[in-house]
């Protein structure tokens, strides 16, 4: 990282912010261009591993990529601040954001296709249990984002 006096490397702090994001954006190659999909998340970590999950259709563009086993690049932020000045060059923002890379695949079982969907509920809504219907597990695909590298950035 360019900006060291930016950078966030207190492991507290870093949770903290991805707790905050609402939407993380995946980027996949796709024949020599860039797909970027802006997606709701739930995550967790254990030990050092993170683990983002998502949900999607069964099928499409994404899904297509995501069978590629290519690595994906991930982008989230939080608190944005536009902070005004009297001249164009003096405006600033206040900001936080992660990025990182890691390797994306789809979930397999049942079990953890229904393990992802309560990460990403309890995400978005703080609540931890829930069901799904058989139907709605049938219907939906699961996939998850195992970080290899992650950096995060804040400027107060």
Known sequence: M??????VTDPEKIEA????????????????????????????KYGEKRVFYFHSAMEGRKI????????VGF?????????QAVDACGYTAGFQ??????????VETIEEKIHGLKQ????????????FLPKVLEQV?????????LSCKEHE
């Not at 297509?64 to 690595?71: E, H, P, V, Y």
């Not at 996939?143 to 590298?149: A, N, Q």
């Open 2 to 7: 360019r900006r060291k006096d930016r950078e």
């Open 17 to 44: 912010i991805i707790g905050s994001c609402h939407c993380c954006r995946l980027g996949f190659y796709d024949n020599g261009s860039v797909y970027i999909v802006p997606l709701s998340f739930g995550y967790e």
């Open 64 to 71: 297509d990529l995501i069978k590629t086993g290519q690595a």
């Open 75 to 83: 982008e989230m932020d939080a608190n944005y601040e536009l902070r």
């Open 97 to 106: 954001s992660i990025i990182g890379t890691g390797k994306v695949s789809l």
């Open 120 to 131: 990403i509920m309890c995400h978005n809504t703080g609540k931890t249990e829930w069901t």
């Open 141 to 149: 695909s699961v996939f998850k984002l195992e970080v290899s590298e």
